[in-house]
């Protein structure tokens, strides 16, 4: 089994800062990708940032130049930093990773999310 734990949302004024951490754990053969998604009140969960294994990154256009996504690969851990949050931002965070186990298959896993509000 794979675990996915998130951790660092919470309530923030406009224009500030937040990161977010994901910890990936369990039976773990390698990392494809890893990255974030959110979903608001109402809508469907859309991707936030992606970094596949490589390094290669991509982010949804809502939150270039704002959000960055980064990792720790020893501790199976990716980040998302987020600057000058705005009111849209708000939503439920989910980390997701697609994980090759040592049964050669890959597996697509989410986590419990985290809540992100941006509220004066």
């Known amino acids: 089994q794979v675990q996915l734990v998130e951790s660092g949302g919470g309530l923030v004024q406009p224009g500030g800062s937040l990161r977010l951490s994901c910890a990936a754990s369990?039976?773990?053969?390698?990392?494809?990708?890893m990255g974030w998604y959110r979903q608001a009140p109402g809508k469907q969960r859309e991707l936030v940032a992606v970094m596949t294994s490589g390094g290669s990154t991509n982010y949804a256009d809502s939150v270039k130049g704002r959000f960055t996504i980064s990792r720790a690969i020893a501790k199976n851990t990716i980040y998302l930093h987020m600057n000058s949050l705005k009111p849209e931002d708000t939503a439920v965070y989910y980390c997701n990773a697609d994980i090759t186990t040592p049964d050669r298959y890959e597996y697509d896993y989410w986590g419990q999310g985290t809540q992100v509000t941006v509220s004066s």
């Open positions: 369990g039976s773990i053969l390698g990392i494809n990708t």
